[in-house]
Nanobody
Framework: VQLQASGGGSVQPGGSLTLSCAASGSIFRINFMGWYRQAPGKQRELVALVISDGRTTYTDSVKGRFTISRDNAKNTVYLQMNSLKPEDTAVYYC???????????????WGQGTQVTVSS
């Protein structure tokens, strides 16, 4: 299983970016997909999560600005980030909890990080 993230970059405060992450491989079922971020000198934190039934959760600092969505047919998760702030600067990682073909126990997989820089 591989998670391929894309969409990071540099943007001015107030700008927008959209991250995407596609899962590929022998996937039987994805339970949830999400985005985490890690700023320099800080611990990795959950940004947003979308469960298989469509329910979402967000960390308080991004509520109202970020939107997570998922395309089940493409095994892809998106993170639309609006009104970006300098404190959103971090490496963003996608992850997925899923079952692979032939395995009953789900496991968590991580994509490579993508840098988001918000600066004037």
């Amino acid at each position: 299983v591989q998670l391929q993230a894309s969409g990071g970059g540099s943007v001015q405060p107030g700008g927008s970016l959209t991250l995407s992450c596609a899962a590929s491989g022998s996937i039987f079922r994805i339970n949830f997909m999400g985005w985490y971020r890690q700023a320099p000198g800080k611990q990795r934190e959950l940004v947003a999560l979308v469960i298989s039934d469509g329910r979402t959760t967000y960390t308080d600092s991004v509520k109202g600005r970020f939107t997570i969505s998922r395309d089940n047919a493409k095994n892809t998760v998106y993170l639309q980030m609006n009104s970006l702030k300098p404190e959103d600067t971090a490496v963003y990682y996608c992850n997925a909890n899923l079952r692979t073909d032939g395995n009953r126990v789900p496991a968590t997989y991580w994509g490579q990080g993508t840098q988001v820089t918000v600066s004037s």
